[in-house]
């Protein structure tokens, strides 16, 4: 397929030293030579050197013989030993190399303790459980998911999207109910969208087979070191990680797909996520459309630079937790996002949205999808709509997925306060920033406590940014 990447075997790069080593080869490619100087026969090996041994049994079992091998122990690291740091040098590192036998095949499994750290598998480490989650996915009481939880009687809007798209008497009062959902919240829930059942059926369907394939297949698609993309844990930039897995795709423009981390199991699963993100972007381009109108605007000044735009997809996966007020699913956050469209799999609540300090829980409706605001849709707006804070929290017997697309302007697009907005008494409340521009200084930024990305783009000039421009 076109976008699969291009990957250029040479000598340097062999896919598997174990198939090179099946062909008759007369001598190994030439980069594995090594040099003279380096040449592992002519320094080896004095055979009177002999590795330390030492029987774990004695130094665990009480008794005689445990001070001789506490000994032995404490001689072995001081010469070859590790912790050399955390010893303060008491301890050394050892120089260690493998040499290759001239007949026979060797294999050993390295196991390095940084993976206890971080787990590669939330969903795995549930399965296991455990009567409490590792010390470091345990919040302070003061964060407690629960304990500040929720005033029931706050309801997240709703908005109907057929009575935007059929116009006359029942748009202008849906328009409305858009605005205000748009400027009180930051965040809605849109029923009679315009993406078929059967595909986010599919796409559902797809999603938790995906997440029902044993560890090892799914690792098949896992992130890489310093990458975004792939199987894995959130971004870690919080106290306490998070209770998730997740999966993260670049899915549109269609040529900045990376394949090799798009599943092929289930089958279909990569046609289904082609098909799904497509049918969102066109349903946010729409959408972004009507919010346009709704502040008045006559253009669709909002949806105009995301028609060619950029959407990543995320899948959470929440696995249940028996105390859920002590972890948290996905910590508080807003997105950086014109807008991001959230389907929840199950009846199962745990997206919660932010409203006047008090958090709401977002119940599921059949067929709905969540909508909620970004940055990007913030800045444009010149402040009249707000980015949502949300947060998602842990059922205590369920799993909980959720599937996202993340709805960006195009590459280059501008993200700035609309024209037609901005006015002599309502100037612009944010800096200029074109799209590349403004990803980099996201991953860049070194935000301090409480400060959010967009704050750093605000525009403190001589009219600051408390006008009040709505
Ligand atoms: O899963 C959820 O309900 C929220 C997830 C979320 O906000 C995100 O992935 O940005
Ligand atoms: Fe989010």
């Known amino acids: 397929m076109a976008f699969l990447p291009s990957i250029n075997w040479t000598a340097k790069h062999i896919p598997s030293v174990q198939e090179l080593a099946r062909e008759p080869l007369d001598a190994v490619p030439k980069s594995y030579v090594c040099k003279v100087a380096d ?4 320094d080896r090996c004095n055979p009177s050197l002999q590795v330390p041994l030492v029987n774990m049994a004695s130094p665990v079992n009480e008794g005689e013989s445990r001070e001789e091998e506490l000994q032995k122990l404490y001689l072995a690291c001081r010469h070859g030993g590790s912790f050399q740091i955390m010893s303060n040098g008491d301890y050394e590192a050892t120089e260690h190399r493998a040499v290759v036998n001239e ?5 050993a499994l390295r196991s390095s303790s940084k993976a206890a750290k971080q787990t590669s598998s939330v969903q795995e480490l549930a399965r296991k459980l455990l009567d409490v989650a590792p010390q470091n996915y345990i919040r302070d009481v003061a964060d407690n998911p629960v304990s500040d939880c929720c005033n029931p009687s706050l309801k997240v809007p709703l908005v109907n999207m057929a009575n935007l798209v059929n116009g006359g008497e029942a748009q202008e009062e849906e ?3 858009l605005s205000s959902a748009c400027r009180d919240w930051g965040a809605f829930q849109l029923i009679n969208h315009t993406v078929s059942d059967e595909l986010v059926e599919e796409m559902k369907k797809q999603t938790r087979k995906f997440y029902d394939l044993p560890l090892q297949e799914k690792m098949r698609y896992a992130r890489t070191e310093g990458g975004l993309e792939g199987y894995g844990q959130p971004f870690e ?3 306490n990680p998070q209770w998730s897995d997740m999966m993260f795709l670049h899915a549109l423009p269609v040529q900045d797909r990376n394949l090799s981390f798009w599943p092929e199991n289930p089958q279909g699963f990569q046609e289904t996520i082609d098909s799904y993100t497509k049918q969102m972007r066109k349903l946010a381009v729409s959408l972004l459309g009507f919010m346009s109108m709704a502040t008045g605007l006559k253009a669709y000044k909002f949806s ?17 937790y028996p105390q859920p007020d002590q972890v948290i699913g996905c910590s508080p956050h807003t997105d950086i996002t014109s807008i991001s469209l959230l389907l929840e799999l199950d009846d199962i609540p745990g997206l919660q949205i932010q409203k006047d300090g008090n958090w709401a829980t977002v119940k599921p409706v059949p067929g709905a999808v969540d909508v909620i605001i970004g940055h990007v849709t913030e800045i444009m707006s010149n402040g009249i709509y707000k980015a949502a804070e949300h947060r998602a929290v842990v059922n205590e017997s369920k799993v909980r997925i959720s599937i996202i ?3 960006y302007p195009e590459e280059n697009a501008t993200v700035e306060p609309v024209q037609d907005i901005v006015k002599p008494d309502c100037p612009a409340r944010y800096k200029s920033i074109s799209q590349p521009e403004y990803f980099r200084s996201y991953l860049d930024e070194k935000l301090e406590s409480k400060q959010q990305f967009i704050d750093t783009l605000k525009v403190h000039g001589p009219h600051g940014f408390s006008q009040n421009c709505t």
């Open 237 to 239: 930039n919080n106290r």
């Open 39 to 42: 040449n592992l026969v002519a």
């Open 103 to 107: 007949s026979k095949t060797a294999m």
């Open 405 to 407: 697309c993340f709805c």
């Open 175 to 177: 328009l409305h109910k």
């Open 304 to 320: 105009e630079v995301c028609e060619d735009g950029i959407l990543h997809l995320r899948m959470n996966y929440y696995p249940p």
